[in-house]
C-alpha cells in the first residue's frame, strides 16, 4: 500500500531532510525526559546489501539524536531482516521474544522492524498477531522514508506498518553511518531479475534497477575524499548492472570509471551471475591495479538436470569452462561459491556432480547451505522434496570436500609477502591485528592499532586452515 504520491528522487530527498529535522524534535523531548541522550541499536541480518542497508538507517537515526550501540536494551531497537532461509526468519522470532522483556522494564522502548523478511504476507500477520508490542515495520521498497516512518512511529499510538509491493524509485544522498572508517559497500543496483526456482529475493527486493554510473562514481569519490580506500560494489547480479539504464552501460565499464577515482586502492563486487560474467569483466580483472584477486562465483549445484531445475541457466560444463578461462586468465585469483544441498528430486548422484566441480574448481571458500523452502518459489510447489536424512547425508559429504580443498587453496600462500588491509584488533587476542588480504582472506599479525585502515605487507607465516598468522613485512 502506497501511502504518499510520486515525488521525484531530488523532492523526495527533500522531503526526508524535513522529516528527520522533526524526528530530531521527539528525540530531544525524550532526551530531556530520560535525562540522558538516547541510544539506538541496528541489528542486521543477512547479506553485504542489508549491511549496507543498516548503515543508511544509522546514518538517519544519528542525525535524529540518538547515539549509536551494539546493546539490544537501548531505546530504540531495529532489526534489519532476511528472509533468503528460513532459520534466518526463526532467529528474529526468537530475539524479539527477548525484546518483548526488555520492553517491559523500559516502555518507552520503541521496536522496528525492517528488510526482506517483512515483504512477506505471512511474516506481517504474524507480527500483528503475535508480535503486538513492535512499533513500526517497513520493508525493503521504502527504507528511504526512514525519517518519515520515525515521525509516524513517534506520533502514532499503535503499530505502524508500511510495506510496498514494488519500486522504481532511488533516492541519492540520505545520511548513512558506515561502520568502517577506511571500507564501504556501494549499492550499484537493486533487485534482481534471475527468479532462480529456490530464491525468494526477486519477490521480496523487486525487478532489477541500476542506479545512475554518475551516482555511483560521485558518491565513491565522496567516500575516497572521507578517506575509504576500498570500496564493494553491491548488487544482486552486478554482471548484469546497466543494462536498463537509459544510456546502458556494462558493469565491465563502471569498473573502468571505478578503477580511475584517486584514493580507492582496493575494489570488491558482490555478487556475480555465471551466466552473466562477460570476457570484457574477465579482461578488466585481469588488467586492473585495483579490483581484488577473488571473485564469488555461486554455483549452487555441479548437477546441469538440477541447475535447470533451478533455472540457472548454465550446465555444469559452462560453469566449468567460466571457471577455467578465469584461472588461465587472472592465475592468482581466489573464487569463492555458494552451493544449495537438498533441492527437490537432487539425488546422491547429482552432490557428486557438486563435489565434482568442487575438486576442479579449487574453491577458496565455499558456503554451503541446506535447501530452505520458501513460500512463493516455484520450488516450494515441486513434489519431490528430499528426505531430511537424505539431505544431511549429502550435505556431511560435500561439506568435508569443501573443507578439505579449500584448506589446500588457503595454505598456497604460505611465506608469501602479500598487501593486507589492516581493518582492526583481534577480538580473541589483543595485541594482533586483523588484515584482509586482496584474495579475501584474513591474516592475523601483531601490530599497532594505529595501521587500522592501512594497506601494509605482511609476511604469511603460517597457515591455520582458512586464515593465517604472519607478521608485518619490513620494506627495504
Ligand atoms: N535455500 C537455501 N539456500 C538458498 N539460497 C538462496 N535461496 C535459498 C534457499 N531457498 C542461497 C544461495 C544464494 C545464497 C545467498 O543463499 O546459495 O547464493
Ligand atoms: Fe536469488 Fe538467483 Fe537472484 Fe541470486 S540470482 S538473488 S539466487 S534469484
Same mark, same amino acid.
Given at each position: 500500500?502506497?501511502?504518499?504520491?510520486?515525488?521525484?528522487?531530488?523532492?523526495?530527498?527533500?522531503?526526508?531532510?524535513?522529516?528527520?529535522?522533526?524526528?530530531?524534535? +521527539?528525540?530531544?523531548?525524550?532526551?530531556?525526559?530520560?535525562?540522558?541522550?538516547? &541510544? /539506538?541499536?541496528?541489528?542486521?541480518?543477512?547479506?553485504?546489501? #542489508?549491511?549496507?542497508?543498516?548503515?543508511?538507517?544509522?546514518?538517519?537515526?544519528?542525525?535524529?539524536?540518538?547515539?549509536?550501540?551494539?546493546?539490544?536494551?537501548?531505546?530504540?531497537?531495529?532489526?534489519?531482516?532476511? &528472509?533468503?532461509?528460513?532459520?534466518?526468519?526463526?532467529?528474529?522470532?526468537?530475539?524479539?521474544? !527477548?525484546?518483548?522483556?526488555?520492553?517491559?522494564?523500559?516502555?518507552?522502548?520503541?521496536?522496528?522492524? /525492517?528488510? /526482506?523478511?517483512?515483504?512477506?504476507?505471512?511474516?506481517?500477520?504474524?507480527?500483528?498477531?503475535?508480535?503486538?508490542?513492535?512499533?513500526?515495520?517497513?520493508?525493503?521498497?521504502?527504507? +528511504?522514508?526512514?525519517?518519515?516512518?520515525?515521525?509516524?512511529?513517534?506520533?502514532?499510538?499503535?503499530?505502524?506498518?508500511?510495506?510496498?509491493?514494488?519500486?522504481?524509485?532511488?533516492?541519492?544522498?540520505?545520511?548513512?553511518?558506515?561502520?568502517?572508517? %577506511?571500507?564501504?559497500?556501494?549499492?550499484?543496483?537493486?533487485?534482481?531479475?534471475?527468479?532462480?526456482?529456490?530464491?525468494?529475493?526477486?519477490?521480496?527486493?523487486?525487478?532489477?534497477?541500476?542506479?545512475?554510473?554518475?551516482?555511483?562514481?560521485?558518491?565513491?569519490?565522496?567516500?575516497?575524499?572521507?578517506?575509504?580506500?576500498?570500496?564493494?560494489?553491491?548488487?544482486?547480479?552486478?554482471?548484469?548492472?546497466?543494462? #536498463?539504464?537509459?544510456?546502458?552501460?556494462? %558493469?565491465?565499464?563502471?569498473?573502468?570509471?571505478?578503477?580511475?577515482?584517486?584514493?580507492?586502492?582496493?575494489?570488491?563486487?558482490?555478487?556475480?551471475?555465471?551466466?552473466?560474467? =562477460?570476457?570484457?569483466?574477465?579482461?578488466?580483472?585481469?588488467? =586492473?591495479?585495483?579490483?581484488?584477486?577473488?571473485?564469488?562465483?555461486?554455483?549452487?549445484?555441479?548437477?546441469?538436470?538440477?541447475?535447470?531445475?533451478?533455472?540457472?541457466? +548454465? &550446465?555444469?560444463?559452462?560453469?566449468?569452462?567460466?571457471?577455467?578461462?578465469?584461472?588461465?586468465?587472472?592465475?592468482?585469483?581466489?573464487?569463492?561459491?555458494?552451493?544449495?544441498?537438498? %533441492?527437490?528430486?537432487?539425488?546422491?548422484?547429482?552432490?557428486?556432480?557438486?563435489?565434482?566441480?568442487?575438486?576442479?574448481?579449487?574453491?577458496? #571458500?565455499?558456503?554451503? %547451505?541446506?535447501? =530452505?523452502?520458501?513460500?512463493?518459489?516455484?520450488?516450494?510447489?515441486?513434489?519431490?522434496?528430499?528426505?531430511?536424512?537424505? @539431505?544431511?547425508?549429502?550435505?556431511?559429504?560435500?561439506?568435508?570436500?569443501?573443507?578439505?580443498?579449500?584448506?589446500?587453496?588457503?595454505?598456497?600462500?604460505?611465506?608469501?609477502?602479500?598487501?593486507?588491509?589492516?581493518?582492526?584488533?583481534?577480538?580473541?587476542?589483543?595485541?594482533?591485528?586483523?588484515?584482509?588480504?586482496?584474495? #579475501?582472506?584474513?591474516? !592475523?599479525?601483531?601490530?599497532?592499532?594505529?595501521?587500522?585502515?592501512?594497506?601494509?605487507? @605482511?609476511?604469511?607465516?603460517?597457515?591455520?586452515?582458512?586464515?593465517?598468522?604472519?607478521?608485518? !613485512?619490513?620494506?627495504?
Amino acid at each position: 500500500m502506497r501511502t504518499t504520491e510520486k515525488y521525484t528522487g531530488e523532492q523526495e530527498k527533500i522531503r526526508q531532510e524535513g522529516c528527520i529535522e522533526r524526528a530530531e524534535e +521527539y528525540v530531544k523531548a525524550l532526551s530531556i525526559r530520560l535525562g540522558r541522550r538516547p &541510544t /539506538c541499536c541496528v541489528t542486521t541480518f543477512g547479506c553485504q546489501m #542489508n549491511a549496507r542497508d543498516s548503515e543508511k538507517l544509522a546514518g538517519i537515526l544519528e542525525r535524529a539524536g540518538y547515539e549509536l550501540t551494539e546493546d539490544e536494551s537501548a531505546d530504540f531497537v531495529i532489526f534489519n531482516t532476511c &528472509t533468503v532461509r528460513d532459520n534466518a526468519n526463526q532467529r528474529v522470532y526468537g530475539r524479539l521474544g !527477548h525484546l518483548n522483556s526488555l520492553k517491559k522494564k523500559n516502555p518507552h522502548m520503541k521496536i522496528a522492524l /525492517c528488510g /526482506c523478511m517483512m515483504q512477506e504476507k505471512a511474516v506481517i500477520e504474524k507480527i500483528q498477531k503475535s508480535y503486538g508490542f513492535v512499533d513500526l515495520i517497513f520493508g525493503t521498497h521504502n527504507i +528511504y522514508k526512514f525519517a518519515e516512518l520515525l515521525v509516524r512511529m513517534f506520533e502514532a499510538d499503535r503499530m505502524v506498518v508500511d510495506i510496498w509491493e514494488d519500486t522504481d524509485q532511488i533516492v541519492e544522498n540520505l545520511p548513512v553511518e558506515r561502520k568502517y572508517p %577506511f571500507k564501504s559497500g556501494i549499492n550499484i543496483m537493486f533487485g534482481c531479475n534471475n527468479f532462480c526456482s529456490y530464491c525468494i529475493v526477486p519477490y521480496v527486493r523487486g525487478r532489477e534497477r541500476s542506479r545512475n554510473p554518475e551516482d555511483i562514481i560521485n558518491e565513491i569519490k565522496k567516500m575516497a575524499e572521507e578517506g575509504v580506500v576500498e570500496v564493494m560494489l553491491l548488487g544482486q547480479n552486478v554482471n548484469s548492472y546497466g543494462k #536498463n539504464l537509459a544510456a546502458p552501460m556494462s %558493469f565491465a565499464q563502471l569498473l573502468r570509471e571505478v578503477e580511475k577515482i584517486d584514493g580507492i586502492k582496493r575494489i570488491r563486487f558482490m555478487t556475480s551471475h555465471p551466466k552473466d560474467l =562477460s570476457d570484457e569483466l574477465i579482461q578488466v580483472m585481469k588488467e =586492473s591495479k585495483k579490483i581484488c584477486r577473488h571473485l564469488h562465483l555461486p554455483l549452487q549445484s555441479g548437477s546441469t538436470r538440477i541447475l535447470k531445475a533451478m533455472n540457472r541457466r +548454465y &550446465t555444469k560444463e559452462q560453469y566449468l569452462a567460466l571457471a577455467e578461462k578465469i584461472r588461465k586468465e587472472i592465475p592468482d585469483i581466489a573464487i569463492t561459491t555458494d552451493i544449495i544441498v537438498g %533441492f527437490p528430486g537432487e539425488e546422491p548422484a547429482d552432490v557428486d556432480e557438486t563435489i565434482d566441480v568442487v575438486k576442479k574448481v579449487q574453491y577458496d #571458500n565455499a558456503f554451503t %547451505f541446506i535447501y =530452505s523452502k520458501r513460500t512463493g518459489t516455484p520450488a516450494a510447489a515441486m513434489e519431490n522434496q528430499v528426505p531430511e536424512e537424505v @539431505v544431511k547425508e549429502g550435505f556431511d559429504r560435500l561439506l568435508k570436500v569443501v573443507q578439505d580443498t579449500a584448506r589446500q587453496r588457503v595454505s598456497l600462500l604460505e611465506g608469501q609477502v602479500q598487501e593486507a588491509l589492516v581493518e582492526g584488533v583481534n577480538q580473541q587476542e589483543r595485541g594482533l591485528l586483523t588484515g584482509r588480504l586482496s584474495n #579475501n582472506t584474513i591474516v !592475523h599479525f601483531p601490530g599497532d592499532a594505529r595501521l587500522i585502515g592501512q594497506i601494509v605487507p @605482511v609476511y604469511l607465516e603460517q597457515c591455520h586452515g582458512f586464515y593465517y598468522i604472519g607478521k608485518l !613485512h619490513e620494506r627495504p
